[in-house]
């Protein structure tokens, strides 16, 4: 069965750093799009990071470029999300996404999420 399983999240100070990883079996990981996205109370969810199936190509949300770095370990199976100098804004569930796009085999799994709250 397919599992994205979501670690490292916790309560930090503003300022501070976390990093997160996201544990992936049962399919073949090094074939996937690898996503983290949030969100908040009350707001829509975001795109926080994206990287190609081989890591060499990452996209960020606005809000996050110059703070986060996405990256993946394709021998562990693994996705991480290192965040640095967070906000209060940075609050929020983060989700782990994994996305294969040929139509003819279209496929999408999520993690169950895990909380990051920034506060002093």
């Known amino acids: 069965q397919v599992q994205l399983v979501e670690s490292g999240g916790g309560l930090v100070q503003p300022g501070g750093s976390l990093r997160l990883s996201c544990a992936a079996s049962?399919?073949?990981?090094?074939?996937?799009?690898m996503s983290w996205l949030r969100q908040a109370p009350g707001k829509e969810r975001e795109l926080v990071a994206r990287?190609?199936?081989?890591?060499?190509?990452?996209n960020y949300g606005d809000s996050v470029k110059g703070r986060f770095t996405v990256s993946r370990d394709n021998d562990k199976n693994t996705l991480y999300l290192q965040m640095n100098s967070l906000k209060p804004e940075d609050t929020a569930v983060y989700y782990c996404?994994?996305?294969?796009?040929?139509?003819?085999?279209?496929?999408?799994?999520w993690g169950q999420g895990i909380q990051v709250t920034v506060s002093s």
């Open positions: 990287i190609n199936p081989v890591g060499d190509t990452t």
């Open positions: 996404n994994a996305n294969y796009g040929p139509a003819w085999y279209s496929r999408d799994y």
């Open positions: 049962g399919f073949t990981f090094s074939n996937y799009v």
